[in-house]
């Protein structure tokens, strides 16, 4: 993978990680946004305005791709995109699984 998209992408900020999420299967813009609210219930809401304007930069950067289906452009994960997302997952994985071990008490020095 290009090393600057890494470090473009990762970390990644909430809205481009559910935004990847809801694009692992085609879907439209207001689709996705729907897939976000329902995910999160309701806790992340994506405008138009932030959810178009990240969805035109993962497609210029090979992170997604535009398909015509159904009349509508939908969006879709690329295999860097899945890559990037499955990155940015263990990431996170690792992140949840060290906070809940000094939040329970554990390790609470660093050797």
């Not at 008490?105 to 050797?111: L, R």
């Amino acid at each position: 993978m290009d090393e600057a998209l890494r470090k473009k992408y990762i970390p990644m900020t909430e809205t481009t990680y559910y935004t990847l999420l809801a694009v692992t299967t085609p879907r439209h813009g207001y689709a996705i946004m729907q897939f976000v609210g329902r995910l999160t219930q309701e806790r992340l809401v994506l405008g138009t305005g932030t959810l178009y304007t990240m969805v035109g930069r993962l497609t210029s950067d090979g992170i997604i791709e535009a398909r015509q289906e159904e009349g509508k452009k939908a969006y879709l994960l690329t295999p860097m995109g899945l890559e990037l997302l499955g990155e940015e997952t263990k990431r996170l994985g690792q992140q949840l699984s060290d906070g809940l071990k000094i939040l329970s008490g554990g390790a609470q020095t660093v050797d």
